[in-house]
C-alpha cells in the first residue's frame, strides 16, 4: 500500500474498475463495501454498482440487455446472486471449469468482447466450511436448496469429501438434475435425492442450507425445527442476517454452526481477483466484513 503519511491513501495511476452485481432484492448486499474497501487499500480505482431487478422492476428475462449494458459502458465484470446463476448462463460466451461442472456463474469475466461466466462460491464455502467446521463427521449430510448457490455448495461439500449428501428442494427434477451432475463428476452414489426428510435428518451428521428462507425479505426456518438435534452441524449460506433462525434454533440446541459470513467473504476475494487480477488480501476483507457487525 502506498501512502503520503499514515492517514492518507494514494490512488495508483492507471484503469477505473467498474464492476457489479446482478440480483433480486441486493440492496443490503455487502459485495459494495468488501469489494471497493480492498481496492481503496490497494489504491485502486474501484466502483461496484448494484443491478437490483427488484428496483428496476425487471425479470430474469432482461439478462441479455443487462449483460449488453454492462459490456457497452466498460464493465470489468460483474457478480449474480438470486435468482440468475443458472439463468444467466445461455447468454455467456464461455465456462470455466468450475463453473461448467457446477453448471451454475456467480462471476462473469468480460473480457476482449465476451462474457466468461466462473464460480466463486464453491471455493468460498469450501474456504469458510474449512475454517469454522474443520473437524466434523462428513458421512451423510443433508442439503437444503439445489438452485444456483445449492450446486455451487454441493460441490464444494463434496470436494470436502462428503460421503453422501442427500439433496432437498422445491422442485424435485431440479435436485434429480443436480444429483446426477454430481455423482457424473464425483462418483456414483455419492449425491440422491433425500427421500423422507425426517428419516435423512436422524440419520445425518450435518446440514447445510443452501436456499432464500431466512433472508430478510424471505423470514423463517426452511425445516420443522423439531428435525434439528444436538449433535448435529448445520452451515448456512445465508449471510443476512448473519445470525438466521435456523442458527438461533441449531445453536439454542447445542449444535455446532457456521454462519454464511465466510461464504460471503471468499467468494468476493475470488471474484476480485478475476474482476481486476490483483490478489486481495483475504484476512483484510474478512476483517472489514466483520467490522460491518451483523
Not at 128 to 149: E, H, T, Y
Not at 152 to 164: C, D, I, K
Request: glycine letters at 10%; one cysteine or more; proline letters at 5%.
Amino acid at each position: 500500500m502506498s501512502t503520503q503519511n499514515d492517514n492518507t491513501l494514494v490512488v495508483k495511476p492507471g484503469r477505473t474498475w467498474l464492476v457489479g452485481l446482478i440480483g433480486e432484492g441486493i440492496q443490503a448486499s455487502r459485495s459494495p463495501y468488501l469489494h471497493e474497501q480492498e481496492a481503496r487499500v490497494q489504491g485502486l480505482r474501484y466502483l461496484y454498482q448494484l443491478v437490483d431487478l427488484n428496483v428496476l422492476d425487471l425479470t430474469p428475462d432482461a439478462l441479455p440487455r443487462l449483460l449488453d449494458a454492462q459490456q457497452l459502458m466498460g464493465f470489468a465484470g460483474s457478480n449474480v446472486t438470486h435468482p440468475c446463476k443458472q439463468a444467466v448462463i445461455p447468454f455467456l460466451d464461455e465456462l470455466s471449469k468450475d463453473a461448467a461442472a457446477i453448471g451454475a456463474v456467480n462471476t462473469i469475466v468480460y473480457k476482449d468482447g465476451k462474457r466468461i461466466g466462473h464460480n466463486t462460491d464453491w471455493w468460498g464455502f469450501a474456504e469458510s466450511f474449512k475454517r469454522g467446521l474443520p473437524d466434523v463427521a462428513r458421512r451423510r449430510v443433508v442439503q437444503l436448496g439445489a438452485g444456483g448457490a445449492g450446486a455451487a455448495v454441493a460441490h464444494a461439500a463434496l470436494t470436502l469429501g462428503v460421503e453422501r449428501l442427500a439433496l432437498v428442494d422445491t422442485d424435485p427434477k431440479r435436485a434429480a438434475a443436480l444429483a446426477e451432475r454430481l455423482c457424473a463428476h464425483f462418483g456414483a452414489g455419492r449425491a440422491v435425492v433425500a427421500g423422507d426428510l425426517a428419516t435423512e435428518m436422524a440419520e445425518a451428521d450435518g446440514l447445510i442450507h443452501a436456499t432464500p428462507v431466512g433472508m430478510l425479505g424471505h423470514p423463517g426456518m426452511p425445516l420443522p425445527a423439531e428435525l434439528l438435534r444436538p449433535e448435529l452441524w448445520v452451515a448456512e449460506v445465508v449471510y443476512f442476517p448473519l445470525e438466521t433462525e435456523l442458527l438461533k434454533k441449531a445453536r439454542a440446541l447445542g449444535c455446532r454452526t457456521l454462519n454464511g459470513g465466510g461464504m460471503a467473504v471468499f467468494q468476493a476475494v475470488g471474484a476480485f481477483q478475476l474482476f481486476t487480477g490483483i490478489e486481495p488480501d483475504a484476512e483484510r476483507m474478512l476483517a472489514h466484513f466483520t467490522a460491518m457487525g451483523a
